[in-house]
C-alpha cells in the first residue's frame, strides 16, 4: 500500500484542544481509518510541524480525502508528501 508522510500543524484552535484533551490526537487517528488509511506511526515534534505521521492509504485519491477532510476542521494545517521507497527510486532512475 503507498505511503505518504503528512506534516501537520496545529492552529491557535487545535492547540487548545490537544491541550484540553490529549487523547483527541488518537480519536483523530480512528478517524482516519473510518476514512480509509491507515496512520502507522506518529511522533511529536518540536520546530516548524508540529506531528510527523505516517501514512498508508490505498491510493492518492483516498489520501486526498483524508487531508480535506482533517484541514476542512481548522484545527492543523497539513503537508501531505508521497514516500518512495528508495529501490523504487532507484529502479525507475
Not at 484542544?17 to 506511526?41: D, S, Y
Not at 483516498?62 to 497539513?78: F, I
Amino acid at each position: 500500500m503507498p505511503t505518504y508522510i503528512m506534516l501537520s500543524t496545529l492552529t491557535p484552535e487545535g492547540v487548545q484542544t490537544v491541550k484540553n484533551n490529549p487523547q483527541r490526537i488518537r480519536e483523530v487517528n480512528n478517524e482516519v481509518a473510518q476514512l480509509g488509511a491507515k496512520v502507522t506511526a506518529q511522533w511529536s515534534t518540536l520546530g516548524r510541524y508540529d506531528f510527523i505521521n505516517i501514512v498508508e492509504a490505498p491510493d492518492e485519491q483516498t489520501m486526498a480525502r483524508v487531508s480535506l477532510e482533517l484541514g476542512s476542521r481548522g484545527t492543523a494545517r497539513y503537508e501531505t508528501l508521497p514516500a518512495i521507497p528508495i529501490d523504487d527510486f532507484i529502479a525507475s532512475l
